[in-house]
């Protein structure tokens, strides 16, 4: 059974999808106005995990994504600037200049990490007419009103509008709301939210479209309502994203899709916890952005960043730091080295490799537990069964992984070195060691192989010299 934690429950519960089988998925998309940084990209390494589980474990997965294109203020209460108008601004750019440069950037990323494309990729600005509809379908419903010439959505409206939030967490989050500098006078409740602007704050707002209330643009939450139902129907199975999207986006997008439907609409909400750095949590706004391409000017391979990830669980806090990055780097140029070792050695022992594929598939069914998958990869490789048979589990784990450790054990077979730095510090320590016993001191040379040893290297002199391997 595969069985995820569920924010909206706030427990670990059994999938049952709506239709057997099949898995209806929605993923919140980029912001397109400024680089993704590397703590978005665990995000939807997260999330492309989640995919790949639910594929292993024998679900058919469609999966909808959005780019943001128009609408998303810079704070999330709709105050603040229009960030693609910001990014603009900022180079002197059109916004749709600015949409696809920074959406290629995304993907180039994206792709690099291993992640795999959803299945249907959909900018807002394609959606305009779907949104006035869902607009105009709230205000005659009665849950949505115009006011100082925008649409807003009356949160006074429903029952329960804090799905997600126990009593305490409301009253932090009224009191964020209160706290907010700009307070729009026209809204009813301080938690309603714009569907419309029409009186723009923006003047020179470069995006505008016809609408039943004039001239404008839409909100950020109504993109993801209408996205996924024009994409899914009215049923949906899981829809995720980051932590921070639980507050407003997510409990906007619940409530004005189930006023819109008259019924519940998505059963399970998968979050993933941030990437943080040393000073905090990451963010696009705050300057400097670390991207995976940037990683990889400076020597980083991406599989080995979505290694990092990997090896911790999507509900904790990540930190992010060179020193942490690069002990997942050496871990993953020691599996690489590991199975570039290993040979086509006969036929694949079927019942082991079943065997080893459960665990696999239950340790990615337990609430995404992919560190514990990552281990089973390490009991597999060091299993007392054939090579052909451990070859057929990399290639069968990377199915979840995509750690692509085969591509990179060919390439490391056709020439490409290893990390370059462990190699350079293995041969020095070599070379101190041939000096240590060449002075006849074998005190020195013991701790040097000794101490090689505690890094998971091992050498063995041999006739042709020394040679090492990765333990
Ligand atoms: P944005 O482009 O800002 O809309 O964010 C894209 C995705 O990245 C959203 O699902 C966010 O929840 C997520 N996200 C934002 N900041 C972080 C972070 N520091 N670590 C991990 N995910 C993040
Ligand atoms: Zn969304």
């Not at 997260?46 to 294109?69: C, W």
Request: aromatic share 12%.
């Amino acid at each position: 059974m595969f069985r995820f934690y569920n924010t909206l429950s706030r427990t670990i519960e059994d999938f049952k999808p709506n239709e057997e089988g099949k898995v209806a998925m929605y993923t919140c998309g980029p912001t397109v106005y400024h680089f993704a940084h590397i703590g978005n990209i665990r995000t939807y390494i997260m999330q492309d995990a989640l995919v790949k589980s639910l594929k292993y474990a024998g679900y058919e997965v469609k999966r909808v994504m959005n780019i943001t294109d128009v609408g998303h203020l810079s704070s999330d209460a709709d105050t603040g600037e229009d960030k693609m108008v910001e990014g603009a601004k900022r180079e002197h750019k059109t916004v749709m200049e600015i949409a696809k440069f920074y959406t290629d950037a995304f993907f180039k990323d994206f792709d690099a990490v291993g992640n795999a494309r959803p299945d249907v990729i959909e900018p807002a600005t394609n959606c305009i007419p779907e949104f006035i509809h869902m607009v105009e379908t709230l205000i005659e419903k009665g849950y949505a009103y115009v006011a100082g010439g925008n649409v807003y959505f009356d949160t006074g409206k429903l029952d329960d509008y804090y799905v997600f939030s126990s009593s305490v967490e409301k009253d932090d989050l009224e009191i964020g709301v209160r706290d907010d500098v700009e307070e729009d006078v026209n809204k009813r409740n301080k938690t309603d939210f714009v569907l419309w602007f029409t009186k723009s704050k923006f003047e020179d707002q470069a995006l505008k479209w016809e609408s039943p209330w004039g001239v404008g643009y839409p909100g950020w939450h109504i993109e993801c309502s209408c996205i996924s139902m024009k994409h899914l129907g009215e049923y949906m199975d899981i829809h995720c994203g980051g932590v921070d999207n639980i507050f407003p986006h997510h409990t906007n997008e619940i409530a004005q899709s189930e006023a819109y439907l008259g019924h519940k609409w998505c059963n399970y909400w998968f979050h993933s916890n941030h990437l943080n750095d040393q000073s905090g949590k990451m963010s696009k706004s705050k300057g400097a952005i670390l991207t995976v391409s940037l990683l990889q000017e400076k020597g980083y391979d991406p599989r080995a960043y979505r290694f990092f990830c990997l090896q911790s669980h999507y509900r904790k806090p990540l930190v992010f730091s060179y020193e942490n990055l690069d002990n997942a780097v050496l871990a993953y140029n020691k599996l690489v080295k590991r199975v570039s070792e290993l040979k086509e050695d006969g036929a694949v022992d079927e019942i082991a490799k079943k065997d080893f594929e459960n665990k696999f598939c239950e340790a990615c069914s337990n609430d995404l537990n992919t560190s514990m998958a990552v281990t089973i990869l390490y009991d597999a490789l060091k299993a007392d069964i054939n090579d052909a048979t451990k070859l057929a589990l990399v290639e069968s784990f990377d199915k979840v992984l995509s750690l692509d450790l085969i591509g990179h054990a060919k390439a490391l077979g056709e020439g490409a070195s290893v990390d370059a730095d462990l190699e350079a510090y293995v041969n020095e320590a070599i070379a101190r060691r041939a000096e240590a016993k060449k002075a006849k001191d074998f005190a020195t040379a013991d701790a040097i192989r000794d101490e090689l040893k505690a890094k998971g290297i091992e050498i063995k002199d041999t006739r042709d010299g020394v040679e090492w391997h990765l333990l």
